[in-house]
């Protein structure tokens, strides 16, 4: 048989276990993600030969038993290794749907503001005397300075799908208008067609950085700036509790383990109190390695909110 052939047979044995796990785990009230059921499917030893069932081709028989096997492992309550499982696998999944989330509106919104800029940096125009060219290449900047700014509308709401009301769409159109004017006026734009095209986009980025300054001085002082969160917003926003939040919750993980390291330590003088079983010892150094795996997904979280 062929590797690949071999392979493509573990990954159908797999597929039906895991949906014969998933099923069984249902009728006992105990649902579970497909994840976590083929994790542990592929984890488990088989008792007769001290490896994984999966390691090699299954008998019916084996089959039921890994079946089975894994059931049990799911059903189990309070159990350290397994909720340290859940645990990494939901850290996982979450990280990587988010960061998949994150990633497909930066390329989104990279590159709408790409293609505006691309058509004004392509734009011809005859001369700096080309009224009608200078009127068009004028239009193509307003209109890049207005989707940067809506960009941030949806941004401050966390919704990048929702087109804001026509009030408020009018409201930003003056605002960005009228910033555009007292920076670059229409006159103003003879210089910018002689330059370069990474001069071009150079100065559209730093023209969207003036416009947008522009719009949260307004804010502050009570003038426009629809959209945007004011200075005192972005300082108070209830986000920036999470890191105190972390904080404390870094501090009481370390606190725990520090108490389960000081167990270990003075295990032998413990004894000569009361008698501690070899699963009592198992059990608490399951749990010590459960809050070690949370520590560092905090530490990690921590590391990312800073």
Request: include cysteine.
């Given at each position: 048989?062929?590797?690949l ?6 990954m159908v ?10 099923y069984?785990c ?11 059921a083929?994790?542990?499917a ?6 007769t ?7 090699s081709r299954?008998?019916e028989?084996?089959?039921q ?17 397994l909720?340290?499982i859940?645990?990494?696998i ?21 590159h ?9 940096v ?11 060219g200078?009127?068009i290449l004028?239009?193509?900047i307003f209109q890049?300075?207005l ?7 949806n ?13 408020t ?8 208008a ?5 920076v670059l ?25 003036i ?7 307004n ?12 200075f ?12 105190k ?17 000081t167990?270990?330590?003075v ?19 399951d749990?010590l ?6 520590l ?11």
């Open positions: 048989l062929s590797l052939y071999l392979v493509s047979l573990k044995e797999l597929e039906d276990i895991v949906k014969l796990v998933i069984k249902r009728e006992s009230g105990n649902p579970i993600t497909e994840t976590l083929a994790y542990v592929q984890t488990t030893m088989n008792p030969n001290a490896k994984f069932f999966l390691e299954l008998t028989s084996e089959a038993e890994l079946v089975d096997k894994t059931v049990e492992k799911l059903a189990l309550q309070d159990y350290p290794p909720e340290t859940k645990m990494q939901g850290y996982d999944s979450a990280f990587v749907q988010q960061e998949f989330m994150r990633q497909h509106i930066l390329t989104t919104q990279s709408e503001s790409n293609k505006h800029i691309d058509e004004i392509s734009a011809e125009t005859k001369s700096g005397n080309d009224f009608e200078i009127t004028y239009k193509m890049f300075l989707h940067k700014n809506l960009q941030l509308l941004n401050s709401t966390g919704n990048t799908n929702t087109k804001p009301n026509t009030t769409n009018s409201t930003i159109e003056r605002e960005v009228a910033a555009l004017e007292s006026p229409r006159a103003g734009l003879r210089p910018f067609v002689s330059l370069t095209t990474p001069e071009k986009v150079a100065q559209l980025c730093e023209l969207s950085n416009v947008i300054g522009i719009r949260l001085f804010k502050e002082i009570g003038k426009g700036g629809v959209g945007l969160e004011s005192s917003d972005i300082v108070n926003h209830p986000s920036r509790n999470l890191i939040d972390i904080g404390r919750e870094v501090i009481e993980i370390v606190e725990v383990c520090d108490n389960y390291t167990f270990f330590n295990l032998d003088d413990m004894r000569e109190i009361r008698p501690v079983s070899d699963d009592e010892i198992l059990n608490y150094k749990e390695t459960h809050r070690r795996q949370y560092s997904y905090v530490l990690s979280l921590q590391e990312d909110v800073q």
